[in-house]
């Protein structure tokens, strides 16, 4: 029983991981970087060139994508950490930049924070079978 309720709630948490990237990575791969950098919370495009933030948003976005198909296609699920290690990697970076303009980064610990959850929980998955 309590296994059970742990990979639901996992699967959760990936599934809202996978679709807060997909959202954030769309909007910025979307969005015109002079848009971006005049958004609000979005000054720290500004410390990167525009083809940087957009391998950042495309990052995001393929990381994302693996993440929501690994629920559907089955050799895509010994996958599952790796790109959660992924999504943890660019929220460091996210924070190390957030760090230093001084701005918050408690949203980049929580995402980062999940990622971790999901990168620990399907981390068997990666033996070979």
């Given amino acids: 029983m309590k296994n059970k309720f742990i990979n639901v709630l996992v699967l959760i948490i990936q599934g809202l991981v996978s679709l807060a990237f997909l959202g954030a990575g769309c909007m910025k791969l979307l969005t ?44 895509l699920k010994k996958w599952t950490s790796i790109f959660a290690l992924g999504l943890i990697a660019i929220m460091l970076g996210a924070a190390a930049t957030h760090i230093g303009r001084g701005e918050p980064i408690a949203p980049n610990i929580v995402l980062a924070s999940f990622a971790a959850i999901v990168a620990i929980s399907r981390r068997d998955r990666l033996k070979s079978h």
Avoid: H, K, R
């Fill in 32 to 75: 015109p970087y002079d848009a971006l950098a005049i958004a609000p919370n979005m000054g720290w495009v500004l410390d990167f060139s525009p083809t940087s933030v957009l391998v950042i948003a495309s990052s995001e976005v393929l990381f994302a994508v693996g993440m929501l198909l690994s629920f559907f296609i089955e050799p």
